[in-house]
């Protein structure tokens, strides 16, 4: 039998980065700025050459689609009547960057105030904020609030409608404030979202701060690399393996390894090098190189509630969709102008409210969308109606990412353990009547708002409405917390507060999967903050 080859002699490095998405693109152009650090950025997927990259609208084409997307699936989840779900994730240059809603959200102060709560000194609100500036590029330029000159552009998005204008009179005669801003620390209220483009397209995080230092000589960017293991010798993470056309190759880690692979990847990463749950880990054969419990545990997610109405008498993109001429316009628009429903985000307005009165911060986002499918992937309805998504900000139910086996082609366990907790499943019968209560008020009763999901046969009761969203829910692609910053105290940490891995010298985690909460809003951005952080960490603490 012939026996399988050997790695190549490996190539040395000081900083090798697993990961070439939001994180990972932050993280290779700052470690690699100096030029006497030779930085290796691996990436599973392939260049972002593709045009549905770069289009907003792309979306839709991009997630479900392997060139894009790992095509992940959970398990089938009790809170969810036994559905399972579509786990998009980013599989390209730039990451769930180059293929999610393009929402440029920080979250709320009083997320990273509690982070620094928890132990974690150097992650409060304060200290984050000028983090968030000092790589912005915002539209109105440089404020209190905001950066400009940075590489993660933020724009007003390119359109507006009647339909979103109306519902958010609805919201306002509902006691919902209208605001200019939804990232000055405090999100409640509504307001069209700003996104990350840049003239009508798709500002990516590897079209903001990876693509412009490519051509930098100490950085080498690998594609097609399925990272297998790190490897750690004496206690230290030395290099790591991987696969690429076919062959295993290996590089060297003078200085650190950094996991930027994501909530669903770093700590599936990191269980296949060994270090994990040592049950599971010795199940799937894995030498056991260090015992720790929290790596894969602690998932969190922002469940979405799809509420879809009728209505009557306003313009939606279903019937503009249908329309030749209607088809034509929108291309005319995006060819000439950059702007129409081609430049759309996913979701346009923003509703940040509470479940409860008192409740002492928003803990719920809508995202209203002037369009309606029977599901994602299938064609809009033949007829005008609105989305109204909304999800709960800070869920107390935890799942977990574990592995199949110790095939790293296999696709993980993802097990998010949606509405396990009595709490989470209250505020989405809450987040129901939410929704329905907005949509009653006056600004939209000339247009006639007939429900049709959940539908009029749900009651207002606690148990129809919570089975109703076990029916409904579906992620809305925010997974983090899979290797929680802590104390050293606590078993169930993974990294410290510099990221730095509990247990083994020259391994940092650095990506979504270090949160111990999850922030209050979308997750893209604050992601590239805590790279962004990372970043200035592992250069302070060079040698």
Known sequence: MTAPPSPAAPERFDYIVVGAGSAGCVLANRLSADPRNRVLLLEAGGRDNWIWFHIPVGYLFAIGNPRADWCYRTEPEPGLNGRALAYPRGRTLGGSSAIN?????????????????????????DDVLPIFRSHEDHWLGA???????????VEFPRLSWLLLDTVRRAAQEDGIAPVADFNTGDNEGSSYFQVNQKRGLRWSAARGFLKPVMGRPNLKVETGCLVSRVLIEDGRAVGVEWRQDGALRRARAEAEVVLAAGAINSPTLLQRSGIGPAAELAAHGIPVVLDRPGVGANLQDHLQLRLIYRIAGLPTLNERYRSLFGRAKMGLDFALFRRGPLTMAPSQLGIFTRSRPEIVRADLEFHVQPLSLPKFGEPLHPFPAFTMSVCHLRPSSRGRVGLRDADPASAPVIAPNYLATEEDRRVAADAIRVARRIV????????????????????????????AAGDIGTTIFHPVGTAKMGLASDPTAVVDARLRLFGIDRLRVADASVMPTIVSGNTNSPTIMIAEKAARMILEDQP
């Open 440 to 467: 009653a008020r006056p600004a939209l009763a000339p247009y006639r708002p007939e429900e049709m999901l959940p539908g009029p046969e749900v009651g207002d009761d606690e148990a129809a409405l919570a089975r």
């Open 101 to 125: 809603a393009m929402i440029y959200m920080r979250g709320q102060a009083g997320d990273y105030d509690h982070w620094r709560q928890l132990g974690l000194p150097g992650w409060g609100w």
């Open 143 to 153: 404020t209190t609030h905001h950066g400009a000159g940075g590489e993660w552009r």
